[in-house]
T-cell receptor, first 109, second 114 residues
Framework: DAKTTQPPSMDCAEGRAANLPCNHSTISGNEYVYWYRQIHSQGPQYIIHGLKNNETNEMASLIITEDRKSSTLILPHATLRDTAVYYC??????????FGKGTSLLVTP | KAGVTQTPRYLIKTRGQQVTLSCSPI?????VSWYQQTPGQGLQFLFEYFSETQRNKGNFPGRFSGRQFSNSRSEMNVSTLELGDSALYLC?????????????FGPGTRLTVL
């Protein structure tokens, strides 16, 4: 699985967009980019995934660069409940996930 | 639809004992995965079962084992417990109809080894 690099922490004001970057420069052609988050003391929660194209769902948008070496998770209107650790995972199959250290996002009032 | 359930939620054991944790996946989900979360090592993949067969395995010693039943429920067992086995053990289930299905996680079992 490709290695990912994420900033250890980020802050975002409530109501603003939160843009979480992920670098995966060694990604191979058949590897997906997944995003999960873990709110304190709860099990991780799936957010979104993509292969080449940008993706959007009710929770977030995923922007993948054309060379697929990096991606950005966008939470369009962050709320206090979005405070969590966000994990970017690159993998062929979505099962044996390597979570890494993730980005701790703090949404402030 | 009910989510992934794990029992028990909390467990205290002593070194040398063994423990069995249980996971009931979301109805219709055929894949069950187990993860260990500790402050030092973070979230680590243990193993994944699909149709009663172990399909993927992480880098854990043989003291960690699991199984899946015909109704997709799964158990994991840790024998000869060590202090370092104290962790949150998470179970996740997936439809497994495609390679890229998302996983749904349960609340976890908090194991403390004294």
């Amino acid at each position: 699985d490709a290695k990912t690099t994420q900033p250890p922490s980020m802050d975002c004001a409530e109501g603003r967009a939160a843009n979480l970057p992920c670098n995966h420069s060694t990604i191979s052609g058949n590897e997906y980019v997944y995003w999960y988050r873990q709110i304190h003391s709860q099990g991780p929660q799936y957010i979104i995934h993509g292969l080449k194209n940008n993706e959007t769902n009710e929770m977030a948008s995923l922007i993948i660069t054309e060379d697929r070496k990096s991606s950005t998770l966008i939470l369009p209107h962050a709320t206090l409940r979005d405070t969590a650790v966000y994990y970017c995972i690159v993998i062929i199959s979505g099962y044996a996930l390597n979570f890494g250290k993730g980005t701790s996002l703090l949404v402030t009032p | 639809k009910a989510g992934v359930t794990q029992t028990p939620r909390y467990l205290i054991k002593t070194r040398g004992q063994q423990v069995t944790l249980s996971c009931s996946p979301i109805s219709g989900h055929r894949s069950v995965s187990w993860y260990q979360q500790t402050p030092g090592q973070g979230l680590q993949f243990l193993f994944e079962y699909f149709s009663e067969t172990q399909r993927n395995k992480g880098n854990f010693p043989g003291r960690f084992s699991g199984r899946q039943f015909s109704n997709s429920r799964s158990e994991m067992n840790v024998s000869t417990l060590e202090l370092g086995d104290s962790a949150l053990y998470l179970c996740a289930s997936s439809l497994a109809t495609r390679a890229y299905n998302e996983q749904f996680f349960g609340p976890g079992t908090r194991l403390t080894v004294l």
